[in-house]
């Protein structure tokens, strides 16, 4: 059974998570920017997990779902040390972490932070750099101007009412950018990434793929896939390369764990959405 909790950063602020106990090595997933531990991904780990004795962890950051904190005191520095503070306490030995969008960036830097302890890494619709390569660069020079001189401004979002961004993320960002060289992790990485998604690029899933110094990662391409990768067969999909990715390091036998993931190797091959 899922085990719920908060535990203190060690500033007052509180971050909630839930944990299963299980097997080695520990999945912990990784939400997004402005997304929590209660969507249907990280629901849909905590169920696979279960079912096969795997244990896994999945949290909220600061600012975000039930955790304290304001969201705009957030940056991406913070929310990685918010992630390790957690793998820290509540998991041991070996991990895959599984991120999602903006959690695909603070699993990539977790794992550089970690990288005795990371074992594999699943980035979905992964998002390395976005403060700058998908938020800065979009801004208009009027908007530059106004985030810089006013420390904030909202911007539109397509999934409900318009998000701060703040001078702060992307000042802190600057600091943590990893696609201006090699990123130098050795562990397997399977990248899973829509070309209908809208919000983040597809061709930045092959971007990560060729400065990952490891020499097994692999990119999965879904060709009707939005940015959420939410479908039941998207989700069929992620349950397929996590339980394939743990065969790989030795856990339980690939044919059990695709049975329960409910999807087969044609089927992933087709696609999410495929007749």
């Known amino acids: 059974m899922e085990r719920r909790g908060r535990t203190d950063r060690g500033d007052g602020v509180e971050l909630a998570w839930a944990r299963l106990p299980g097997a080695a090595p520990t999945v912990v997933f990784l939400p997004g920017y402005k997304s929590d531990m209660a969507g249907s991904k990280a629901g849909d780990l905590a169920a696979f997990c279960a079912a096969r004795g795997q244990a896994f962890l999945r949290f909220d950051y600061s600012g975000h779902g039930e955790s304290g904190g304001a969201f705009t005191d957030g940056t991406i520095g913070l929310w990685r040390d918010d992630a390790l503070a957690l793998i820290d306490r509540l998991t041991q030995g070996k991990l895959v972490l599984v991120g999602s969008s903006m959690g695909g960036w603070i699993a990539l830097l977790a794992a550089l932070a970690r990288r005795e302890r990371v074992a594999g890494l699943i980035g979905i619709a992964a998002a390395p750099d976005f403060s700058e390569e998908l938020i800065w660069r979009a801004f208009t020079p009027a908007q530059r101007a106004a985030v810089m001189a006013a420390g904030m401004i909202a911007v539109p979002n397509p999934y409900g009412g318009p998000y701060p961004v703040t ?7 600057r600091r943590h950018l990893l696609l201006g060289g090699p990123i130098p992790l050795a562990c397997p990485v399977r990248l899973l990434h829509g070309q209908a998604d809208a919000e983040v690029p597809w061709q930045l899933a092959l971007c990560t793929a060729a400065l990952l110094e490891s020499a097994d990662v692999r990119v999965h ?12 067969a998207d989700l069929a999909l ?30 992933a091959e087709r696609g999410p959405g495929a007749g």
Not at 167 to 173: K, S, T
Not at 248 to 261: H, I, K, R
């Open 221 to 232: 391409l879904v060709k009707d896939g939005d940015h959420r990768l939410s479908r039941p």
């Open 238 to 267: 992620l349950r397929l390369t996590l339980a394939d990715l743990l065969a790989t390091l030795g856990g339980e036998d690939g044919g059990q764990s695709l049975a329960v993931g409910g999807i087969t190797p044609g089927e």
């Open 167 to 173: 001078r702060a993320l992307i000042e802190d960002g």
